[in-house]
């Protein structure tokens, strides 16, 4: 798997599938969410409404992946997940881990073989730009995936430059 670094906007990544960093309601939000349905259209909500209305009535739990179409994007499929909110007394790297790896399990479900992430819980969920690259990059590269092309899409050059130097500590 070669893994890129891109810095910029997500939502105009020419790729099989765009992660989105949702929320448990799956009903829309700020940041890349609400970058993803604006570009996206209304059809990737009304998925989402139907996914709320079918298998996932409670909302889709922290750590969880679900896809859906991505309708005017560049991408064939939006794979929403939800990541956690940092805690500072309480470790849930496992939960930014599961983002990754139950996004890496979708795509292969799919037969995705190119994907971009952004930097899940970096944002609203206050998670440490640092730490979110160390869980991310050394989560990906362990995933037993057939995703060939992986982009991780950093929205600022502060965590793009973050996300170089810890792809290169990891000896990627
Ligand atoms: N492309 C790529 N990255 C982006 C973009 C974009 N267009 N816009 C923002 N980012 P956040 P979270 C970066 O807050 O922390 C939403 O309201 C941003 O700079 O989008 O997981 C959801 O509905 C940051 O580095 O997601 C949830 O309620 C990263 O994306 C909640 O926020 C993640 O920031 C999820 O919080």
């Known amino acids: 798997m070669r ?5 910029g906007d997500i939502t105009v990544q020419h790729v099989d599938a765009v992660v989105n960093a949702a929320n448990s309601s799956l009903l829309g939000g700020g940041g890349v969410d609400g970058a993803i349905h604006r570009r996206g259209g209304p059809v990737i909500l009304a998925a989402c409404r139907e996914l709320r209305a079918s298998h996932y009535g409670e909302g889709l739990p922290t750590g969880q992946a679900v896809a859906t179409v991505a309708g005017e994007l560049p991408a064939r499929w939006v794979i929403h997940t939800v990541g956690p909110v ?9 939960l930014l881990a599961s983002c990754y790896r139950e996004s890496l399990r979708v795509a292969d479900e799919l037969g995705a073989t190119s994907v971009a992430f952004p930097a899940i819980s970096t944002g609203v969920y206050r998670w440490p730009v640092d730490d ?3 869980i991310a990059i050394g989560t990906v590269r362990a995933a037993p995936t057939r ?5 991780l899409v950093l929205f600022t050059a502060d965590a793009y430059d973050v996300f ?3 792809l290169e500590t990891e000896g990627a």
Not at 86 to 94: G, I, L, P, V, Y
Not at 147 to 151: E, G, N, Q
């Open 3 to 7: 893994i890129t670094l891109v810095q």
């Open 86 to 94: 940092f805690s500072a007394t309480e470790n849930r790297s496992h």
């Open 132 to 134: 979110a690259a160390r």
């Open 147 to 151: 995703v060939t092309d992986l982009r």
């Open 164 to 166: 170089e130097r810890t």
